[in-house]
């Protein structure tokens, strides 16, 4: 049994078949989008701008910034998170179940990991028959450091 006191809990989320994970303190919402507006001359990462209960939302196209192709189907969930006194949405296909995970069991990244998931990884879980890839949120959020990938 593990110590309390190393247990970090993770928001799921999935994205192309990936199972992703964000820290749980990170997060601030789970929310579908609606009626996003474009922005012009933003890059391809950046899906737009919402209005989310008042506030004006930067939303993240995870499938850009992890250079996946696009699927038609199902309205992508978004994941709201705070960075630098701004608010951000990221888009994923959909949304999983919050885990407690050991710090210890954190692994390094594998070295044949795709290099744009390595540079946005803070590490990664094994789990049955899965690997659960923790997103650095402040990597994800440096659209400069894509630009440049």
């Not at 110590?3 to 799921?12: A, G």
């Not at 009626?35 to 939303?59: D, H, K, S, Y």
């Amino acid at each position: 049994m593990h110590d309390q006191t190393d247990l970090t809990e993770f928001v799921t989320f999935t994205i192309a078949g990936q199972l992703f994970g964000l820290p749980i303190a990170r997060v601030q919402d789970v929310f579908k989008p609606s009626r996003i507006t474009r922005v012009p001359l933003a890059g391809v990462e950046v899906a737009g701008v919402l209005n989310l209960r008042g506030r004006i939302v930067t939303v993240i196209d995870m499938r850009h910034r992890l250079d996946v192709r696009h699927q038609e189907g199902d309205a992508p969930m978004a994941i709201g998170i705070e960075a630098k006194g701004e608010s951000f949405g990221l888009l994923v296909d959909a949304v999983g179940e919050v885990l407690k995970l050991s710090v210890t069991e954190c692994e390094p990244n594998p070295i044949n990991l795709d290099r744009k998931l390595a540079v946005l990884s803070a590490g990664v879980y094994r789990l049955d028959g899965e690997l659960l890839v923790v997103l650095d949120v402040d990597r994800v959020l440096d659209l400069r450091a894509a630009e440049a990938a």
